[in-house]
């Protein structure tokens, strides 16, 4: 049974998130992808998990995304990972925690570790995207779409501009988003944390290509690292046999440090 709440941050900012709260045990945080929901299947699976194993469980919904408050078009990389690192220090507060990153949630994790390196215990990126913005949407657009978003500020991009895509097969870009990813670089960093790291990626992504899972796992120098590669499998990596994979490599961690 899904069961939504809202985190209240100020008097006009509120995000929807679901949980499974303990004080003082380890946590499973879910961070989901670009003008994602928690709603969807993995947010649900791995609360499920977290249920059974009798641990802590974040997913939250980013500013402007899904049903929390705020305009999607004024949000970007660096006041999303705002919404996941108050949303940690509000519910979460102190306990260890396991980040599980899809897509563009990969990017906000790797934010996380400057604030949280001493209790993130693991990290696991699924279909991992960061600076997507700049590396795979930008290159990609023509010159006419770059010339909109720079003189208007904004442009709609539809089904076939780009391979970001979603349901209603248009969506707003605005230049500052583009501008604020290029400010967030995480692909030069190295992170010294001695985790353990699992990059999971589909040999079907046509969206993000598997070289940006590999440069997540370069950042770790002292991490046990893995890279598993999903037969058959696309960039959302929802369904069912690709979601007991991840959870089976979700649980070698989590075995791994209790």
Request: charged letters at 30%.
């Amino acid at each position: 049974m899904k069961k939504f709440k809202y985190l209240k941050l100020t008097n006009s900012k509120k995000l929807r998130y679901i949980d499974n709260y303990f004080r003082k045990k380890l946590y499973i945080i879910f961070l989901p992808g670009f003008m994602s929901d928690i709603d969807g299947k993995k947010p649900q699976a791995f609360r499920k998990y977290a249920i059974k194993k009798k641990l802590g469980f974040l997913a939250i919904e980013y500013t402007g995304h899904g049903k929390s408050s705020g305009d999607f078009i004024k949000g970007n990389i660096t006041k999303w990972s705002k919404d996941a690192k108050s949303s940690i220090r509000k519910i979460v507060k102190k306990n260890k925690f396991i980040l599980i990153g899809s897509s563009m949630g990969a990017w906000i994790s790797l934010n996380q570790f400057k604030f949280f390196k001493k209790q993130i215990l693991g990290f696991v990126g699924i279909g991992s995207a960061p600076e997507f913005l700049d590396r795979l949407m930008w290159k990609k657009f023509s010159k006419k779409i770059k010339k909109e978003i720079i003189s208007k500020g904004i442009s709609i991009i539809t089904h076939g501009d780009s391979k970001f895509k979603r349901r209603q097969n248009q969506y707003p870009i605005a230049h500052q988003l583009i501008k604020d990813g290029r400010k967030n670089k995480v692909l030069s960093k190295k992170i010294k944390s001695k985790i353990s790291v699992t990059m999971i990626h589909g040999e079907n992504d046509e969206v993000v290509p598997v070289i940006f899972s590999k440069r997540v796992m370069s950042l770790f120098p002292f991490a046990k690292k893995k890279l598993i590669m999903i037969k058959n499998g696309d960039h959302s990596l929802s369904n069912k046999g690709p979601l007991k994979r991840i959870i089976k490599e979700l649980d070698i961690i989590v075995k791994d440090v209790i």
